[in-house]
């Protein structure tokens, strides 16, 4: 069983591997007391005053208490990260990179904006924690990519991958946690999916195309396609040329 586990978590994909095992030891870290959560929450006047600029990524790294819930985002983390990252960004780290980290700004952002706004102030205050929100965005990005794939809801009911989104943020309403996280979640999934999908078809420009510093962090694979064993390929045709006369 132990020897499954660490196979599985070996071919996992490089960022997925990294995001699982930074928000596990963080989880879990807190939970036990060996790391504060109040020195990982997300906090504009703490990044700005007091330079805390960890908190920026800090924030997306804990899942709150070990239970249920974090078992949830866990599967998802674990089962949606590695699916973007081995199927739509196959070869293309980087990319997946920036993904995240658009998103993660994105949802920032949304953030920093509604607790300036009043009547909705106070209740994006009360997210000091983006986790949740780029685990959903992941999933909703997934959505977009694969809307036909046939899936089943704890075997209640079958739906395709375009309802995930809506089907988990009904979920989260009936066990009556807060729908503040997806729904932020599916706001920055869906800028994503049309900046980088939409927008380049209509236009030709393609306004998230990963920086080249980005891109120099990582060493992406060529995607190779192996070829299948004992088949033989015949010789390239060569033109005749006729006997001079």
């Given at each position: 069983m132990a020897q499954a586990v660490e196979e599985w978590y070996k071919q996992m994909p490089i960022i997925t591997r990294s995001y699982l095992t930074a928000a596990i030891i963080t989880t879990i870290g807190c939970s036990l007391e060996i790391i504060s959560p109040y020195k990982l929450y997300l906090n504009p006047k703490l990044v700005v005053k007091q330079y805390q600029v960890w908190r920026l990524v800090t924030n997306f790294l804990y899942f709150r208490k070990m239970d249920l819930d974090f078992l949830f985002h866990m599967f998802f983390l674990a089962r949606y990260c590695k699916l973007l990252e081995e199927n739509s960004f196959r070869g293309r780290t980087a990319d997946f990179f920036y993904m995240l980290l658009f998103g993660a700004t994105v949802l920032t952002g949304i953030v920093?904006?509604?607790?300036?706004?009043?009547?909705?102030?106070?209740?994006?205050?009360?997210?000091i924690f983006l986790?949740?929100?780029?685990?959903?965005?992941?999933?909703?990005?997934?959505?977009?990519?694969?809307?036909?794939?046939?899936?089943?809801?704890?075997?209640?009911?079958?739906?395709t991958a375009a309802y995930l989104p809506w089907v988990l943020l009904g979920f989260s309403v009936l066990v009556g946690a807060s729908a503040w996280g997806d729904l932020l979640g599916m706001i920055a999934g869906h800028a994503y999916y049309f900046l980088e999908g939409v927008y380049p078809r209509m236009t030709g420009r393609r306004p998230l195309k990963t920086p080249a510093v980005i891109k120099a962090l990582f060493a992406d694979e060529p995607v190779v396609v192996a070829r299948p064993a004992n088949v033989r390929f015949a010789a390239p045709l060569v033109d005749e040329v006729p006997p001079n006369q």
């Open positions: 920093l904006v509604g607790g300036m706004i009043p009547y909705v102030s106070e209740s994006f205050a009360k997210i986790s949740n929100s780029l685990t959903f965005m992941m999933v909703y990005v997934w959505s977009k990519q694969n809307p036909f794939i046939h899936m089943s809801f704890l075997g209640l009911f079958t739906f």
